[in-house]
């Protein structure tokens, strides 16, 4: 069991950080596609990469030493059909007139390594069924795919990592594999035809895609914080770091001119699909922008400057800068917590009478008159509120 349990285990210990190098790009895409990122997508599809990883790992792990490998002179492949039948039938302890070695048998390697790669292959029928809606026909396909992509790597040994391969390519594992696909497919339509259907879950995130929540809006910051820090890496190239507070400057800066640019939008809320807009039209939104900016980066600013005074205390003057600046982060920890509440804008915005709201629905008119003019259907569920702040 040991040979089963080792690679699982990598995968458990690897997967994190995969998923965590996945997700940022991953919530980009759900809320460009779909407005929204769903937690029961992102469940299912994350467990489909885990899985697959899994797999994987079962096929190529434990990696044996490259010397021993070379030293090997075993047959390469196994090309006889149902082998493996013939072998339990043989080989192994089973005897139809003996009851008493039916258990033993079903204990032997002879029926645990074909039950194996039965059962390696189900759950990808039951995500290529359930999820991606494919039909028996074409789980059939991929699942041979699959599989003749795990035999081939085999043979290969690892894409000629290895001198020859350490693992047998075995015809039958493809019979198993492809039927084990077959098998999850079965399974999905016997009994798991109750689950949420692809297009329910579609049609959730397009109500939710007018809702601008703090995932959105930490997903948007964390992309224009990531081109502030390419700005300001250029920066100190071009001028061999000798720009002060260049890091500062960048960020004081960047906000208002691409938000100016680009109607409200900054790269991060341009491929989140968030705006800047006046909460009423008394105003120009120029204006509104600019002031929202320069209260926020202004205010960021003062903090940075008054935590270089704290190693420098000697009056009391400077004593006060620093309880002034320990209440102003007090002050932006509270307001950054509240934040979290539905429907709840940071003080700037209050200030500046500015809100994010979603561009999703907007971006989506041109395409949904495209599908009219062509007689195709428009899409079954539409944005409802383009002003709420809530939602994920």
Same mark, same amino acid.
């Not at 596609?33 to 467990?47: D, E, H, I, M, Q």
């Not at 509104?288 to 926020?296: G, P």
């Given at each position: 069991?040991?040979?089963?349990?080792?690679?699982?285990?990598?995968?458990?210990?690897?997967?994190?950080?995969?998923?965590?190098?996945?997700?940022?790009?991953?919530?980009?895409?759900?809320?460009?596609?779909?407005?929204?990122?769903?937690?029961?997508?992102?469940?299912?599809?994350?467990?489909?990469?885990?899985?697959?990883?899994?797999?994987?790992?079962?096929?190529?792990?434990?990696?044996?030493?490259?010397?021993?490998?070379?030293?090997?002179?075993?047959?390469?492949?196994?090309?006889?059909?149902?082998?493996?039948?013939?072998?339990?039938?043989?080989?192994?302890?089973?005897?139809?007139?003996?009851?008493?070695?039916?258990?033993?048998?079903?204990?032997?390697?002879?029926?645990?390594?074909?039950?194996?790669?039965?059962?390696?292959?189900?759950?990808?029928?039951?995500?290529?069924?359930?999820?991606?809606?494919?039909?028996?026909?074409?789980?059939?396909?991929?699942?041979?795919?699959?599989?003749?992509?795990?035999?081939?790597?085999?043979?290969?040994?690892?894409?000629?990592?290895?001198?020859?391969?350490?693992?047998?390519?075995?015809?039958?594992?493809?019979?198993?594999?492809?039927?084990?696909?077959?098998?999850?497919?079965?399974?999905?339509?016997?009994?798991?035809?109750?689950?949420?259907?692809?297009?329910?879950?579609?049609?959730?995130?397009?109500?939710?895609?007018?809702?601008?929540?703090?995932?959105?809006?930490?997903?948007?910051?964390?992309?224009?914080?990531?081109?502030?820090?390419?700005?300001?890496?250029?920066?100190?190239?071009?001028? !061999? $770091?000798?720009? %002060?507070?260049?890091?500062?400057?960048?960020?004081? #800066?960047?906000?208002? @001119? =691409?938000? /100016? +640019? &680009?109607?409200?939008?900054?790269?991060?809320?341009?491929?989140?699909?968030?705006?800047?807009?006046?909460?009423? !039209? $008394?105003?120009? %939104?120029?204006?509104?922008?600019?002031?929202?900016? #320069?209260?926020?980066? @202004? =205010?960021? /600013? +003062? &903090?940075?400057?008054?935590?270089?005074?704290?190693?420098?205390?000697?009056?009391?003057?400077?004593?006060?800068?620093?309880?002034?600046?320990?209440?102003?982060?007090?002050?932006?920890?509270?307001?950054?917590?509240?934040? =979290?509440?539905?429907?709840?804008?940071?003080?700037?915005?209050?200030?500046?009478?500015?809100?994010?709201?979603?561009?999703?629905?907007?971006?989506?008119?041109?395409?949904?008159?495209?599908?009219?003019?062509?007689?195709?259907?428009?899409?079954?569920?539409?944005?409802?509120?383009?002003?709420?702040?809530?939602?994920?």
């Amino acid at each position: 069991m040991d040979a089963y349990f080792l690679p699982i285990g990598t995968a458990a210990w690897q997967f994190p950080i995969i998923a965590a190098l996945l997700t940022l790009p991953y919530a980009v895409y759900s809320y460009r596609k779909y407005g929204a990122v769903s937690a029961y997508r992102s469940l299912l599809l994350f467990s489909m990469l885990f899985y697959l990883q899994c797999a994987f790992y079962l096929v190529i792990l434990p990696l044996p030493d490259p010397s021993e490998v070379a030293k090997m002179t075993g047959p390469y492949a196994e090309l006889t059909p149902f082998r493996n039948v013939y072998d339990f039938i043989v080989k192994s302890s089973f005897d139809p007139a003996r009851p008493s070695t039916w258990l033993r048998a079903l204990r032997e390697s002879y029926f645990l390594e074909p039950l194996f790669n039965l059962t390696l292959t189900i759950p990808f029928g039951v995500y290529l069924a359930y999820y991606f809606r494919k039909s028996l026909k074409k789980v059939i396909l991929f699942s041979f795919l699959l599989s003749a992509f795990f035999e081939l790597t085999q043979l290969t040994g690892l894409f000629f990592l290895y001198p020859r391969p350490y693992r047998l390519f075995d015809i039958n594992d493809l019979l198993l594999n492809t039927l084990g696909g077959v098998c999850g497919c079965l399974i999905y339509t016997r009994f798991l035809q109750k689950l949420p259907s692809k297009r329910r879950i579609d049609e959730r995130s397009l109500e939710k895609s007018a809702r601008v929540g703090f995932v959105r809006r930490l997903v948007a910051l964390l992309i224009d914080s990531l081109v502030i820090l390419a700005i300001d890496l250029l920066l100190g190239l071009f001028a !061999g $770091g000798g720009v %002060p507070y260049s890091g500062s400057l960048v960020f004081f #800066v960047y906000y208002p @001119a =691409f938000a /100016l +640019a &680009l109607r409200g939008r900054t790269p991060g809320k341009l491929l989140v699909k968030i705006r800047i807009e006046r909460i009423d !039209g $008394g105003v120009s %939104p120029h204006l509104s922008i600019c002031l929202r900016y #320069v209260l926020r980066n @202004a =205010f960021l /600013l +003062a &903090l940075q400057f008054l935590s270089h005074l704290i190693p420098e205390i000697e009056t009391r003057q400077q004593a006060v800068f620093v309880v002034v600046f320990l209440l102003a982060v007090a002050f932006s920890f509270v307001d950054l917590c509240l934040s =979290f509440r539905r429907g709840r804008r940071l003080w700037y915005e209050m200030l500046s009478k500015t809100r994010n709201a979603s561009s999703f629905a907007d971006d989506r008119v041109p395409k949904r008159r495209e599908s009219a003019a062509d007689g195709r259907n428009t899409d079954p569920a539409e944005a409802k509120d383009a002003h709420e702040t809530d939602g994920v």
